[in-house]
């Protein structure tokens, strides 16, 4: 039934129109996003109403033929996403107007049938030769997923579909387009000769970094109308690619993006609160007023978030898209952490500093760091020493790589971190920079002082750690995230992932303690070398850089 909309007439689609009205009346709830990205739409196909069309038939195509062999029909979103997906071209050149699509949507609101539905579509109904599908993702039994939602979907009408498809638990082809479905894990020794028109990425928020991405995205180009899909939950990785796709979709909404083809579609909530009102749970799950099963299995995970911290890290994650961290008691909020990587980060030549060292583990990670306090801030600079036997046994949620290329990282290939290395650091640092003395944790500072003091370093200090420590040093700690006036290198990106690996532990007194959210694949070094020399803040002067202009500012002040 067409949904009449101005004037007993289709405005733009009917999927279209009747999505828009469904929200401006309040009879669908969406995340501020959404709303967003309705308003740049409407802008959009008004300002380019001459340049776009609108191809009607396609749309229904695409929805009949998805709803004919899969057992479910599309909701309203769905139907509303659909259309942007296969039919709106610019009438110059039969481009598409949307070519990458950013799907976030909290679990369980089949974002994966929806999107092997697409791609079903891709092989088969679109009538465009070769147009491969690849599903991308970093495990194998994800990216099988929705490979394995179409081979169903075939399965139950096989007989009248054998003699159109060919079908492998590897391969799904389509014969006519000569056309295919393949699933690929994110490994490079996978992707040669790939020729894909679209390229699905499933739970993008696994993916530290943009590399493997390009690699595979490099591919699109040569068939007719290339497609992106990012779909996804939000995860607990900060920094990663996932939360490059929501500052780009951001600044595409907001209209600091000119002429981009990103159809970015973020359900989540608003704020953390709204948790608590069932109704709003909606902008972050689109489905769940359609699926009662899964609004009853939702309210059953709500009942033990207050009870049950873990219970409460999933729910929000993965349930609202709320990251983990706005649920942990962290050492700060992620744009805090962000900020303190943002800032330039001064000269500091021949300024007095402390050094620290956080070194738990010969055959692991070891950090050095020179602080330095300047007013209310406080700097500290880091390089971070591995040892290429971690990085043998654990894929560290980081780019690693960017941090060797931007000179934070360096890998030690031999059996231990010899202290040597340590030491060659700080007497290169020396050379710049007065280093009043050098902080280390108590159970390491023996096996290190024999090392320093052949080189001179004599100083070496013992810090402190545990509870008292850390209950002393938290409101200092927090005091300098929250007024933005702790400055790490600057986009240090090993400091904002070790900041960001750490929480807050109280005890039943309320002393609290600074622990490893995830004791593996989480490294935390960074942050303890900083508060090693954080405890000393009071034993150092302000790190006035000796230039010549503050020679004469000195002397200035003592004339008489």
């Not at 054998?162 to 894990?185: A, C, N, P």
């Not at 929501?246 to 002429?259: C, F, H, S």
């Not at 405890?535 to 002040?557: A, C, G, M, Y």
Request: glycine fraction near 4%.
């Amino acid at each position: 039934m067409m949904v009449m909309t101005v004037n007993g007439k289709v405005k733009y689609n009917k999927h279209i129109d009747f999505y828009f009205e469904q929200v401006e009346s309040g009879k669908i709830i969406v995340s501020k996003e959404v709303q967003q990205l309705i308003d740049y739409l409407k802008k959009k196909l008004e300002d380019e109403r001459d340049l776009i069309h609108i191809d009607h038939d396609e749309i229904e195509e695409a929805i009949s033929s998805i709803e004919k062999y899969f057992p479910f029909k599309l909701i309203v979103w769905q139907k509303f996403v659909t259309a942007f997906v296969v039919g709106l071209t610019y009438k110059s050149d039969g481009s598409l107007v949307f070519n990458e699509f950013f799907l976030m949507m909290g679990r369980g609101a089949g974002k994966n049938g929806f999107i092997a539905a697409l791609a079903f579509y891709l092989i088969s109904r679109q009538k465009i030769r070769n147009y491969d599908v690849a599903i991308v993702a970093t495990s194998e039994k994800q990216a099988k997923t929705s490979f394995m939602d179409v081979w169903e979907a075939l399965d139950n009408h096989w007989k009248r579909l054998e003699k159109k498809f060919r079908r492998t638990l590897k391969v799904i082809g389509f014969k006519k387009t000569k056309s295919k479905l393949e699933y690929f894990t994110n490994n490079a020794k996978t992707k040669d000769g790939l020729r894909p028109g679209c390229i699905i990425f499933d739970e993008v928020h696994a993916y530290e970094d943009e590399e493997n991405i390009k690699v595979f995205t490099s591919a699109l180009g040569k068939v007719p109308r290339p497609r992106r899909f990012y779909i996804t939950t939000d995860g607990n990785i900060r920094g990663g690619f996932l939360d490059q796709m929501k500052e780009e979709a951001k600044m595409v909404l907001t209209g600091e993006i000119k002429n981009s083809r990103l159809f970015p579609f973020i359900c989540k909530l608003d704020d953390p609160e709204e948790v608590h009102e069932f109704s709003m749970w909606e902008k972050a799950n689109p489905s769940i007023n359609s699926f009662p099963h899964l609004k009853l299995e939702m309210e059953t995970e709500y009942n033990n978030i207050e009870h049950r911290k873990s219970a409460k890290l999933e729910f929000m994650t993965k349930r609202m898209n709320i990251p983990s961290q706005d649920t942990y008691d962290l050492v700060a909020a992620w744009e805090k952490i962000d900020a303190a990587t943002k800032h330039q980060f001064p000269d500091f030549k021949r300024a007095a500093c402390i050094g620290s060292i956080d070194y738990s583990d010969t055959q692991d990670f070891a950090v050095v760091g020179l602080f330095f306090k300047q007013g209310k801030k406080r700097f500290f600079k880091q390089h971070t020493f591995i040892n290429h036997k971690s990085l043998l046994l654990n894929n560290y949620k980081v780019d690693i790589e960017l941090a060797i290329e931007k000179g934070l990282v360096t890998i030690i290939k031999e059996e231990t971190n010899k202290p040597e290395y340590l030491v060659k650091w700080f007497a290169e640092q020396a050379q710049f920079h007065d280093i009043k003395f050098i902080t280390a944790d108590m159970y390491r500072i023996n096996y290190l002082r024999e090392e320093f003091e052949k080189a001179g370093f004599d100083n070496l200090v013992i810090a402190r750690s545990g509870s008292k420590t850390h209950t002393q040093l938290q409101p200092i700690v927090e005091d300098l995230f929250a007024y933005e006036n702790v400055v790490f290198a600057e986009d240090d990106l090993m400091m904002r992932w070790f900041t960001n690996n750490v929480y807050i532990k109280r005890d039943g007194k309320g002393n609290i303690t600074y622990e490893k959210i995830e004791p593996r694949l989480r490294k935390t070094d960074g942050f303890f070398a900083f508060l090693h020399a954080l405890q000393f803040d009071s034993e150092l002067k302000d790190s006035t850089p000796l230039s010549e202009e503050n020679i004469k500012r000195i002397f200035k002040s003592y004339s008489y």
